[in-house]
């Protein structure tokens, strides 16, 4: 039997009650492909702040430190208690020294369009259908990390965040771009704005490079603004799209939009190890929170990729992601992807959803 130090972070919010899904998940393939998961609770975010003032304390990091990979629920709170300091630091105290910490510089976002609910897509049908993107984010440098400066100039308040890249960080994250293209349909889009930013023109220049280690892969460029809109008029172009920190940041949520419902999407961050970080791309969402209606099944499909990525179990991973399209294809649904309400389908609440993807699994 195999054994893997999963440390477990539940987040604000909805984060506990998705992330209970998520280990019903991992509790299901433990028992079918006899691994044992060893269970590391960290805190962070919202109850780490009550307890310690502190968004991410020294324990959490060295306890962290000793797993094999990291779960974690979404942080943050409500829009009406944002000033408020247990919040206010959030992103700047724990989800941006999480990721620098670790060093876990490649982000992977993927957009799939799941048939079964490609209805749901605010794009047309023939448009989305078939869509698979998987977005490679700088995620440890760039303006989220560069200097920053505000001043007061001739009487007026003044404030610079700064975009900085050196050529190492831009070479080997545009060399996992290039090796997941391998493993797809061997494509990689470069997206920059290298008309106006010398930045871009490095990254372009220093890809450029890479691409020639990788005559496999077919490269090609465009600039972001023309990206965010050919990801509307045809996304199918696009197998994988490699960006800086920014940029990434916002063609993720995008492209996640093209399959109907951000609830439903995964992201991994990693470092130069097989140690990884695995979480929903979405927020805390508390408005819907203690409900039982939050979709889990962003939270059971980050399992899915610590399963494929961290850990090397691929088969473990696509039987997640295979339970997940079927129960889905069966028509059950959580509320966010009930929009369009048809007699076919029933809505499911959180706990619900996973026992049905956990079923599916054994
Ligand atoms: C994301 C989020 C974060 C980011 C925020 C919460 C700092 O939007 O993971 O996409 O901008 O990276
Ligand atoms: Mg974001």
Not at 167 to 192: C, D, H, P
Not at 222 to 250: C, E, K, S, W, Y
Not at 258 to 287: K, T, V
Request: proline share 5%.
């Amino acid at each position: 039997m195999t054994s893997f130090r999963v440390g477990v972070f539940n987040g604000d919010y909805i984060g506990p009650e998705i992330m209970t899904e998520a280990l019903k998940i991992l509790g299901a393939i433990s028992k079918k492909y006899h691994h044992e998961f060893v269970l590391q609770p960290l805190e962070a975010s919202g109850e780490a702040f009550d307890k310690y003032g502190k968004h991410l304390p020294e324990h959490t990091l060295k306890a962290a430190a000793e797993c094999d990979a990291l779960l974690k629920g979404p942080f943050g709170g409500p829009p009406e208690e944002l000033n408020h300091p247990k919040w206010a630091g959030v992103e700047k105290e724990a989800i941006l020294p999480l990721r620098k910490h670790f060093n876990l510089y490649t982000n992977l976002r993927e957009t799939k369009v799941l048939e079964p609910i490609s209805d749901l897509s605010p794009i047309k049908p023939d448009i989305v259908s078939g869509t698979n993107i998987l977005i490679v984010r700088e995620l440890t440098s760039g303006i989220y990390f560069g200097p920053k400066n505000s001043t007061v100039v001739n009487g007026e308040r003044e404030s610079s965040d700064l975009e900085v890249y050196k050529e190492s960080e831009i070479r080997r994250i545009a060399r996992n771009a290039f090796t997941y293209a391998l493993g797809r349909k061997k494509k990689v889009t470069l997206v920059a704005k290298s008309n106006v930013l010398v930045s871009s023109v490095l990254w372009r220049e220093v890809t450029g490079e890479v691409a020639r280690e990788f005559p496999d892969v077919s490269f090609d460029y465009m600039h972001v603004d023309n990206a965010a809109m050919q990801l509307i008029l045809n996304p199918r172009q696009f197998d994988v799209i490699l960006t800086n920190n920014i940029f990434g940041d916002i063609l993720s949520d995008e492209a996640s939009v093209l399959s109907g419902s951000i609830g439903l999407f995964p992201s991994a961050s990693l470092g130069d190890s097989s140690f990884g970080l695995y979480e929903p791309i979405h927020g805390s969402a508390p408005s819907i929170a203690g409900k039982n209606i939050a979709n889990p099944i962003s939270a059971i499909l980050s399992a899915a990729l610590m399963l494929r990525y961290s850990f090397k179990c691929e088969q473990e991973a696509l039987d997640i992601e295979r339970a997940v399209e079927t129960v889905l294809q069966n028509g059950y649904r959580t509320e966010d992807l009930a929009l369009s309400a048809s007699s076919s389908q029933k809505v499911v609440g959180t706990r619900e959803m996973g026992d049905l993807i956990a079923k599916e699994i054994r």
